[in-house]
């Protein structure tokens, strides 16, 4: 069986730099491992590192290098434009493209509410403990 592919929204990238304890590092672990691959395009990599990249968060660069590293064997996707309802905010609706193309179309979000339910089309939005808990299942 084939690792899931999902999209992790960058708050949850972000919040597993830094907090190596919580669920958010336990998925972004899984991607470093490989057990969970990472479905992203251009625009989803480009916000990755820039924000990863921005002093205030002080992401260890061993950490976020080994993650920006691993882009490289994950599922880079070309998405095509979101067919349904906007979300609330334009530049979350990146994130609900490439998850429609992603094998699984999961997108996994520290912020759930900016991904309303009449937003997200045939897209699975999952909290990062729904998620693990749901790749505890299939692991």
Known sequence: MSAPSWVLDTNVVVAGLLTPQGVCAQLVNLVLTRQLRLTYDDRIEAEYRE????????IPP???AALLNAL???????AGPWKHQPPPDPDDQPFLEVALVATDQVLV???IKHFPPDCRGKVM??????????LSIIL
């Open 51 to 58: 924000v990863l990249s921005r002093p205030r968060f002080a």
């Open 62 to 64: 061993a950490r976020m």
């Open 72 to 78: 490289h064997r994950q599922d880079g996707v070309t």
């Open 109 to 111: 979000t520290g912020n």
């Open 125 to 134: 939005v999952l909290t990062p403990r729904e998620a693990w808990e749901r």
